[in-house]
């Protein structure tokens, strides 16, 4: 019986998380930033598949994913995010994605990043040190700051409650679209 209650408790808690993650808002400042402009911290650091020298578009967002080739729920985030991007919307609407890797090497995240056919721009592990501790009170995260590096949102509520990388993409569209 107790086995079934857990059942229970678990499946209430994945239909609740949507619902939670509706209410999240990427609108402003949360407290919090990085030093200076996100474009000028990863500059030289950045890497792209098929690409030698990545460059990091400019955006009024950014959208910084953190994420591991172990990490299996990372691996259906970057599924359902992939054709966000590939659908030219984060040109249109002028935010970026980032994935931070937290796998052990940058061979690693490399390889992962080739496995998903990875179409934004990575940060190997550790590369950018203040950026790789934004992010990740568990995986996959998301933490969205703006072109100044202030942070507009994250995907854990302050409560610790995780409200999911791809609402908190839908919450920055959302956000975007109304400015």
């Keep these: 019986m107790r086995f079934l209650?857990?059942?229970v408790v678990a499946t209430a808690f994945l239909y609740a998380l949507p619902a939670a993650a509706a209410a999240a808002r990427c609108e402003g400042p949360t407290g919090g930033a990085l030093s200076g402009p996100p474009a000028k911290l990863l500059s030289g650091a950045l890497r792209q598949l098929a690409t030698e020298r990545p460059r990091l578009r400019p955006a009024r967002a950014y959208a910084l994913y953190f994420?591991?080739?172990w990490c299996g729920p990372c691996r259906l985030?970057?599924?359902k995010m992939k054709p966000l991007y590939e659908g030219g919307e984060p040109a249109a609407l002028g935010y970026e994605i980032v994935f931070v890797s937290r796998d052990r090497d940058a061979k690693a995240a490399a390889a992962y990043a080739a496995a998903e056919a990875m179409p934004w721009p990575y940060l190997?592990?550790?590369?950018v040190r203040e950026?790789?501790?934004l992010g990740a009170r568990s995986l996959p995260d998301m933490v969205v700051v703006d072109e100044a590096g202030r942070i507009l949102c994250?995907?854990?509520?302050?409560d610790g409650r995780y409200l999911g990388a791809v609402e908190m993409l839908e919450a920055l569209r959302a956000s975007l679209r109304s400015r």
Excluded: D, E
């Design 5 to 7: 209650s857990s059942t």
């Design 67 to 69: 994420g591991a080739a």
């Design 77 to 79: 985030q970057v599924r």
């Design 124 to 127: 190997p592990p550790n590369a």
């Design 131 to 133: 950026v790789s501790s």
């Design 154 to 158: 994250r995907a854990y509520a302050p």
